[in-house]
């Protein structure tokens, strides 16, 4: 987030990314110590029911912000790529509202869940609302690389964007594959216990916890994928690292100026970070 946040570095496109980050943080500072607490202090019945509660909410508010921010990623992306002159000409606020949704659709689903748990709406209406909350962003994902994968096929006798677009497409399968592999087994199973397919199996309890390690695990893998397949992004990084160990000169702008070669080696100036648009 820091170094998306960094002056040459702050694009349009880029605070999705940013907002990505957010919602995978908050999965690692709140659900999964949260997540850890309700499997380590059963003994305490009052205070294990209330961290429950409070569990189930979090990991529902920071789950669907963060699989929804991916399904607006895939679409600001099929955008750019199948009419990339109408996507230079968006306007600030239409990111602004890519960026909004997401948090808006996971406050809304947990409010939703909130009345479940209340006994307020019926478990039936409920498990229907959460399977289309779960599945929508996957299957706009899906639907979105397709477009893209399609698309790409028709600029191949594009030499100017060939390698560009190989390197996005590689990438955009990774995350497709990634997100389908975290998150596939997680709703497969919960639509099964919910409608009484699996009751008391053998192994259950086991098979729920490496399915929801699966689930967090996506956090994980939006922080691998998406920064480090970016090449200025990482080279942004590699300067933040080193000049946590030595002290950087920077201009009259706070910005880091280039270390002799002798040191650190040559620093290259710092291009737009190239997500291709075409």
């Known amino acids: 987030m820091w170094t998306f946040l960094k002056r040459r570095l702050r694009k349009r496109a880029h605070f999705l990314l940013i907002s990505l980050a957010v919602a995978d943080l908050l999965v690692g500072l709140l659900t999964v110590p949260l997540y850890i607490a309700i499997n380590t202090m059963t003994y305490l019945d009052l205070a294990h ?11 529902i508010f920071t789950a ?22 109408r996507h230079r000409t968006l306007k600030f606020r239409v990111y602004i ?30 498990v229907y609302i959460r399977t289309l909350f779960l599945s929508t962003p996957l299957l706009v994902m899906c639907i979105a690389y397709f477009v893209v994968f399609k698309k790409r096929k028709t600029m191949i006798g594009n030499h100017n ?41 053998p192994y259950f309890m086991a098979t729920v916890f490496i399915i929801k390690v699966l689930q967090f695990s996506n956090s994980l893998v939006n922080v691998i994928i998406y920064p480090f397949r970016i090449s200025e992004f990482k080279k942004a990084l590699v300067k933040v690292l080193r000049c946590g160990v030595h002290v950087c000169p920077r201009d009259e702008r706070n910005e880091v100026v280039p270390i002799q070669q002798g040191r650190l080696g040559q620093f290259h100036h710092f291009q737009e970070l190239h997500i291709p648009n075409h």
Do not use: C
Not at 49 to 59: E, I, Q, R
Not at 99 to 126: G, Q
Not at 172 to 182: D, E, N, Q, V
């Open 64 to 85: 669907i912000a963060s699989i929804f921010t991916l399904a607006a990623i895939s679409l600001e992306r099929m955008y750019a790529i199948g009419w990339p002159f």
């Open 161 to 201: 964007h060939v390698v560009s677009e190989t390197r996005l497409a590689k990438t955009l399968f990774i995350i497709t594959a990634a997100s389908l592999l975290t998150w596939l087994p997680f709703q497969v199973v919960l639509l099964l216990f919910d409608f009484g397919a699996i009751v008391n199996l």
């Open 97 to 126: 509202f890519a960026i909004a949704m997401p948090w808006i659709l996971a406050a809304i689903f947990t409010s939703i869940t909130l009345l479940a748990f209340l006994s307020i709406t019926t478990r039936e209406k409920y």
């Open 49 to 59: 029911s209330l961290v429950k509660s409070v569990y189930n909410l979090t990991d």
